[in-house]
């Protein structure tokens, strides 16, 4: 027993096939349940029951156009990505689709009996779609044409005929891969790709609004709430795009059509049974990267998933998009007679039943009431009661004009006036239309007009009338209305109907050509970032001295040295000496050098100690000088400074110096003299020298024959060397103490060492002054 809406009938075991016309079903929604009940003959006992879930898209007659042009992303992309980049990979995805079978627009085209090819750049191809682009204009990653890239590039190199179809698709990859936030400005990048077409000859434009990208599996480990900013963004931009296409729709006087998908995407994620689906939210390729590839495991079933991978749908959710397209774009025929549902006076005509251009069928019409049935009836209208043949048509239907071509050969009937002159097929040139464009020939000003033109009331096509004669045809000129006799470009548009940069000032009177998007300009089309009132080499823009005087040299933000003050001390850099150190002496730190001398030498053989302040105004770094010792980079500080022992007199100069800045101090220090002392002989004895010996040694004994010397001479010989030895040896002593100071002191600068030397020297000049004690120490070093 088949139940349908609860009328049954009476079956015999086995199977049975029925058919039921989906329009006599159809009210307007898309899903649809069929119940089947199986019950016993006498309809007592209930056996079994089945349901099955499907669709129904309304039927529409296709528009008639010659061409599909679609510029988008990877959601149109018919292989250029594939062609120029060998992405994505091949399989597993459909012959460079991002997709498991053909795209939504291939799915269109085929509707209208239209073929579609990708292409880009200056090459053919009505599929512009480049995967990864976004709605902006240049390239995105620098190589994918973004659409309005797309869109220049095609209308650069073809002009689009007043018969071809515009699709416009784009924006996910800005809100998904980029993160944009500020709908409104993808809805103004599509806004101007839609201006551009209609400059380039579009009439006929569709645009799809954004679906629920927060519902793709890329976007599943998002947080609720984010989810939900995003799908409050889309329904934004939707709405915003809706708005913005009705404004262009009036404002361009052409045909604009909003496809509502995120609305179907939203009927077939809530009602995925319906439409086969068994996953809605996770991707059939299980893939870690931006896309699937053929290691990936793919499930089997992946015709009953929506989504392929974690951003593109399968070939399932393509074909579904595509029918909802070719619904939205046709126009409505319920019953799929021909005959739009508005004209249709008989809905609901049995297919494949032929029909009148009123929708009924010809078999049960007899318009004419002659008893021939329209569908054969070769003569429409006879006069009621009149005699006709078998083929409806009476005697005075054989010539029913008069005009000498009888009924069977005459396509112009009723011709009139009698008598006027007709061609072969019994047609006057009111009643033909030669170049077939809607104008009969008697009132076509422009024969032979081009197949597919639509043409004025004087039969004339836009590529035959150049209205504002400026040499260039209509179809060609973007600029109407051009003054005479003023020179224009291949569009037909003079310098004054321009403005290649969109600043608002024509390009006859803008000096400053290629000023940047949505600048602010003046009256000659200059933004800030192209005038440089004060000649000095930096933008208005970044300039923040005005007025730079013209023999000065201005830094990256415009300043000269008399404009800026660089150490803020407020003097100008141009007089300042000391540009960059804040200071109040010409533009220079002032600087001070203080000597506090705590202790004066008292012996030939003492130090001098002396404390030493440096300062500098604004704690600035300064190089000193220190006894002749040069050090950078110093600041401020207070030290104690000893000087070693000089012979006489010694100036201590201490100078600080910070470019044309110094402070200098000096002191003048005086040592004593020092003493002579004179010992006994006897008074010194060499520890390597037994009692014995010494005895010997004050005795006044000649071991050479030229050795003659007194008593005293011995005496003062041994006095000085002894004094020279001692000298000597506190000298070494002294020096590797203060070896580490400011400024080491030469061996020679001690007087008493010098003195030693010199008696030393005198010694070995004459050696018989020698005494003998001493004569094997001096002649061991080297004369």
């Known amino acids: 027993m088949f139940s349908d809406n609860g009328t049954g009938f009476p079956t015999e075991n086995g199977s049975i096939s029925f058919s039921k016309a989906a329009f006599e079903i159809w009210n307007g929604s898309y899903e649809y349940t069929l119940n089947v009940s199986l019950w016993s003959q006498n309809h007592t006992q209930f056996l079994d029951s089945d349901e099955v879930k499907f669709i129904i898209f309304q039927t529409v007659i296709a528009p008639t156009h010659s061409d599909l042009l679609v510029f988008g992303d990877s959601l149109s992309d018919m292989g250029n990505s594939k062609a120029t980049y060998g992405t994505p ?146 329904i934004d931009f939707n709405a915003k795009l809706d708005t913005a296409m009705v404004a262009r729709e009036n404002a361009l006087n052409i045909s604009i059509q909003l496809i509502d998908i995120f609305q179907m995407f939203e009927t077939i994620y809530w009602n995925s049974s319906f439409y086969g689906f068994s996953n809605v939210t996770h991707a059939a390729c299980h893939h870690d990267g931006f896309t699937c590839d053929s290691n990936d495991y793919i499930e089997p079933t992946v015709d009953e998933f929506i989504f392929f991978d974690k951003i593109h749908p399968t070939g399932t959710t393509h074909l579904l998009l595509g029918l909802y397209v070719n619904e939205q774009i046709g126009t409505p025929d319920t019953d799929g007679d021909g005959i739009e549902d508005s004209l249709d006076n008989c809905a609901l005509t049995p297919i494949g039943d032929a029909v009148n251009h009123f929708g009924c069928r010809l078999v049960d019409l007899d318009s004419d009431d002659d008893g021939v049935n329209d569908l054969i009836d070769q003569c429409p209208g006879t006069t009621l009661n009149a005699t006709v043949d078998e083929n409806g048509c009476s005697d005075y239907q054989k010539d029913s004009d008069g005009d000498g071509v009888n009924d069977a050969e005459d396509i112009c009937a009723n011709t009139s006036p009698i008598g006027i002159a007709v061609d072969d097929y019994g047609c006057a040139d009111y009643q033909k239309d030669t170049d077939d464009d809607g104008v009969t020939d008697d009132g076509d000003s422009c024969p032979n007009t081009d197949d597919n033109w ?129 200071g109040s002496i010409r533009g220079c730190p002032t600087m001070s050098v203080e000597i506090d001398v705590t202790h004066w030498p008292n012996s030939y053989d003492d130090s001098a100690i002396m404390r030493v302040n440096f300062s500098c105004e604004s704690n600035c770094l ?29 100036d201590a100069v201490i100078r600080i110096e910070h470019l044309s800045s110094w402070a200098e101090k000096q002191v003048t220090f005086h040592w004593p003299e020092p003493p002579i002392q004179v010992e006994e002989p006897g008074d010194t004895i060499d520890d390597n020298t037994s009692s014995d010996s010494l005895d010997d040694g004050n005795e006044n004994t000649i071991e050479t024959e030229s050795w003659q010397s007194s008593t005293t001479v011995d005496y003062l010989l041994s006095i000085l060397i002894i004094i020279g030895i001692t000298l000597t040896i506190g000298s070494i002593l002294r020096n590797s103490r203060t070896g580490s100071g400011l400024s080491q002191k030469l061996m020679w600068q001690d007087p008493t060492t010098i003195s030693t030397r010199e008696v030393e020297r005198e010694l070995r000049k004459n050696p018989n002054l020698i005494p003998n004690d001493i004569d094997s120490e001096l002649t061991d070093e080297p004369k």
């Open 622 to 650: 300064f190089t000193t000088i220190i006894l002749s010792e040069k050090l950078e980079n110093q600041s401020s500080r207070e030290f104690d400074l000893t000087i070693e022992p000089h012979e006489g007199e010694f």
């Open 454 to 582: 639509s043409v004025n009331t004087v039969g004339c096509a836009e590529n035959q009338i150049d209205s504002d004669w400026d040499g260039v045809m209509n179809h060609l000129d973007t600029c109407p209305n051009t003054e005479s006799g003023v020179e224009v470009n291949q569009t037909g548009c003079s310098l004054s109907q321009i403005d290649s940069d969109n600043d608002g000032v024509s390009d006859l009177i803008d000096q400053c050509p290629n000023t940047p998007i949505e600048t602010t300009v003046d009256g000659v089309g200059c933004a800030l970032s192209q005038l440089d009132s004060d000649n000095d080499g930096v933008n208005d823009l970044i300039d923040i001295c005005d007025l730079t005087p013209s023999d000065e040299i201005a830094d990256l933000e415009g300043c000269s040295p008399s404009q800026r003050d660089s150490d803020n001390d407020g003097r100008n850099d141009a007089l300042d000496e000391c540009p960059f150190s804040f």
């Open 89 to 234: 990979e091949s399989p597993p995805y459909y012959n460079g689709r991002f997709s498991t079978g053909q795209m939504w627009n291939e799915h269109v085209a085929l509707g209208m009996g239209l073929s579609i090819s990708p292409g880009s750049g200056s090459n053919p191809g009505s599929n512009r779609a480049f995967g990864g682009a976004e709605a902006g204009d240049g390239s995105n990653f620098f190589v994918i044409p973004n659409l309005g890239k797309q869109v220049e590039d095609y209308t650069n190199n073809y002009w689009i005929g007043p018969n071809e179809k515009v699709a416009v698709w784009g924006g996910g990859n800005n809100f998904l891969n980029s993160g944009e936030t500020d709908t409104q400005k993808v809805v103004n990048y599509l806004v101007d790709h839609v201006n551009v077409l209609a400059s380039n000859g579009a009439s006929d434009v569709i645009v799809l609004n954004m679906p629920p990208l927060e519902k793709t599996p890329t976007y599943s480990g998002e947080t609720n709430s984010d989810k939900q900013a995003l799908h409050n963004r889309m």
